[in-house]
């Protein structure tokens, strides 16, 4: 278990990079502290904290401290086990899970609002092109969107 837990985290390592350097960015940007504990064991989620694109900003924000500071105390936790030759590979693959639901709500928040800021709300089934949330019909290839039902199978009372 240990080399696949350690191949995972070797093969993620430019990406943790490449968001570690944008999470100080926008840490440093935003000024706000980091998400308390007692908010991420409550599992708040972007749809509790408010409607609207500058809620998704701020919890993103919070998000985003919240990682850096979580990955922060997971790389001191594993030093100092180093330091006293005394690893419990128990304790960081606990630590490592919570790092990785935080990563994966910031991923989720990051393209929620990436969304919104282009307007597309799927995929055409047919081809793939990325279609709005009022479309009907693909622009590209013209298929219908949403599933033509028959009139019989609609409900009357």
């Known amino acids: ?16 990079a490449q968001r570690r ?7 440093h940007a935003s000024g706000l502290p980091a998400v308390p504990a007692s908010e991420a064991a409550a599992g ?5 904290e408010g409607h609207g694109t500058v809620d ?3 919890r993103r924000d ?11 105390d997971l790389g001191g936790l594993v030093y100092e086990m180093a330091i006293r030759n005394r690893i ?3 304790v960081i693959v606990q630590r490592a899970a919570v790092l ?15 969304t919104e800021q282009t307007g597309t ?23 219908p969107i949403l599933e033509q039902v028959p009139s019989e199978s609609i409900f009357a009372p």
């Open 1 to 16: 278990m240990r080399d696949g837990f350690a191949s995972t985290v070797r093969a993620d390592a430019p990406r943790r």
């Open 21 to 27: 350097e944008e999470a100080a960015s926008a840490v």
């Open 44 to 48: 708040s989620t972007p749809a509790t």
């Open 56 to 58: 998704l900003e701020r």
């Open 62 to 72: 919070k998000l985003t401290a919240r990682f850096v500071e979580l990955q922060w």
């Open 88 to 90: 419990r590979v128990e």
């Open 100 to 114: 990785q639901d935080t990563d994966a709500e910031l991923g989720e928040v990051e393209r929620i609002l990436r």
């Open 121 to 143: 709300a799927g995929t055409c089934a047919s081809c793939g092109a990325p279609h709005s949330s009022g479309a009907a019909y693909c622009w590209q290839c013209g298929q």
